[in-house]
């Protein structure tokens, strides 16, 4: 699958099948982790057939089932915008690969989770993947001018930036982010305050720069 096609088509999902994650998708998965571990500087790790992390009523108010594969993240702390970035670039993967994906901040049992923290390590989050029942439901997006601002006309591939930005997932779907388009040609991103909001704009800049096809400017 192209990889603008499997952010266009890759939604949030919660329900899946009981059905393993085996074989080549294993190990595609894990090459992909062991390259975004070391250009990151984070710990990603796939855990499979864990059956107890997303019980109890968290994982039921969430409406999360046979979720037993998730992929968990930890690493140095203050590197929020960094989590994002790097975990979207494996959920449109999981995408492109035929699995379904979720970002999970807080519907899970914490001490069911498979996870060794090593002193000075933070633990962010972990990212339900399997395979769905569903391919989830599109989100609603704020308009395109209420994200962005931009002096005079908008360049095309700003434009086309924008366009995979406003389908970046972001917690509870609040898009607190403001991208702006400098004079000099650089490229600034804003998170406001709010849940997660540091690694929403790191999976929003990850959607930018897919759309915009150009190395971009980040000031």
């Known amino acids: 699958m192209d990889i603008k096609k499997a952010v266009l088509k890759r939604h949030s999902v919660r329900q899946y099948k009981d059905v393993p994650i085996e074989g080549e998708l294993v190990e595609k998965l894990n090459e992909l982790i062991a390259q975004l571990n070391k250009a990151s500087g984070l710990t990603f790790?796939?855990?499979l057939d864990d059956k107890k992390a997303f019980t109890g009523p968290l994982a039921h108010y969430g409406r999360f089932e046979n979720c037993y594969n998730y992929i968990t993240i930890k690493g140095p702390k203050n590197m929020d915008e960094q989590v994002g970035y790097y975990g979207e670039k494996l959920v449109i993967y999981a995408q492109m690969l035929g699995l379904n994906t979720c970002w999970v901040a807080l519907t899970y049992r914490i001490g069911g989770i498979r996870l060794k923290l090593?002193?000075?390590?933070?633990f962010y989050l972990i990212i339900a993947i399997g395979h769905g029942r569903n391919r989830g439901l599109p989100?609603?997006?704020?308009p395109m001018e209420k994200l962005c601002s931009v002096s005079g006309e908008m360049p095309e591939w700003f434009k086309n930036g924008m366009e995979l930005a406003m389908l970046a997932?972001?917690?509870?779907n609040q898009q607190k982010f403001l991208i702006t388009l400098l004079e000099n040609g650089e490229v600034e991103a804003k998170s406001f305050f709010g849940p997660c909001h540091k690694i929403d704009l790191g999976i929003v800049k990850y959607h930018f720069e897919l759309g915009a096809e150009i190395?971009?400017?980040?000031?």
Not at 118 to 122: D, L, P, Q, T
Not at 139 to 142: D, G
Not at 215 to 219: G, L, N, R, S, T
């Open 169 to 172: 997932p972001t917690a509870i």
């Open 45 to 47: 790790e796939l855990v």
């Open 215 to 219: 190395p971009v400017k980040w000031k």
């Open 118 to 122: 090593e002193k000075g390590e933070k």
């Open 139 to 142: 989100r609603r997006s704020k």
